[in-house]
């Protein structure tokens, strides 16, 4: 008995959990044995997915001439459990809220517009005085940034001392840049690759991307 993936989702059971539900569904009041035999689901097994089932108030237990026997309840008490989840959830929100509202760690995306912003992201990263992990075309770098913004963040962030290690394209301007590494505080490893865009900066617990 295969179940669609999208009934399962909305039943919010396991392909095994949801074949003994749909059996004990049809059959309307089965035995072990019985369930087993319609769902498919080994009888060594099914005890455990009958237990879990039961445990979530989807199959019920009664005994008949002393034997145990199962049903599995209407799918609108399925609905009304659901709703009653919902209810829960909500009156929990407030709580939730003030929880999260407390914490000072949640993810952030600040966006920056223009040459001004590129000067504002350099100037965080000299606040955080991190070191720097980059990944840089330094020739599209300096063709788009004025002379005074690329020639300014290398000197100050090494004027305060931060460290910065790139992975840079390999290309003349940058092999000829990188011999001032050493008085840059930069380490550089050079690698083959089309000319990109987009410098990349991983400071802290921050990531920016600058797109020229």
């Known amino acids: 008995m295969e179940i669609s993936e999208n009934l399962l989702k909305t039943l919010g059971m396991n392909q095994m959990q949801a074949q003994v539900y749909v059996a004990a569904l049809e059959l309307g009041e089965a035995t072990m044995q019985a369930l087993a035999r319609k769902s498919g689901v080994n009888r060594s097994t099914i005890y455990t997915f009958i237990d879990e ?20 309840i ?18 929990a929100v407030p709580e939730l809220l003030a929880i999260y509202n407390k914490s000072g760690s949640k993810p952030r995306v600040t966006f920056y517009e223009g ?10 990263m000299l606040r955080e005085k991190k070191e720097i992990v980059a990944y840089e075309d330094l020739e ?17 962030r090494a ?16 092999r000829e840049f990188s011999k001032r590494n050493r008085g840059l ?28």
Do not use: C
């Not at 108030?57 to 049903?71: A, D, M, P």
């Not at 040459?115 to 504002?120: A, C, H, N, S």
């Not at 599209?140 to 100050?156: C, D, I, N």
């Open 53 to 72: 089932l039961k445990e979530r108030g989807y199959i019920l237990e009664t005994r008949k001439n002393k034997r145990r026997v199962y049903s599995a």
């Open 74 to 91: 209407h799918p609108e008490r399925l609905v009304e459990m659901q709703k009653a989840r919902v209810h829960e959830l909500q009156s």
């Open 115 to 124: 040459l001004q912003g590129v000067e504002d992201v350099y100037s965080d």
């Open 140 to 156: 599209h770098l300096q063709g788009e940034l004025p002379s005074r913004v690329f020639e300014w963040f290398p000197k100050e």
């Open 159 to 174: 004027h305060r001392d931060i460290l910065i290690k790139t992975i840079s394209r390999d290309v003349p301007f940058a």
């Open 185 to 212: 505080l930069r380490e550089t490893k050079f690698i083959t690759a089309p000319k990109f865009k987009t410098d990349i900066n991983i400071y802290g617990d921050k990531v920016a991307l600058i797109d020229l």
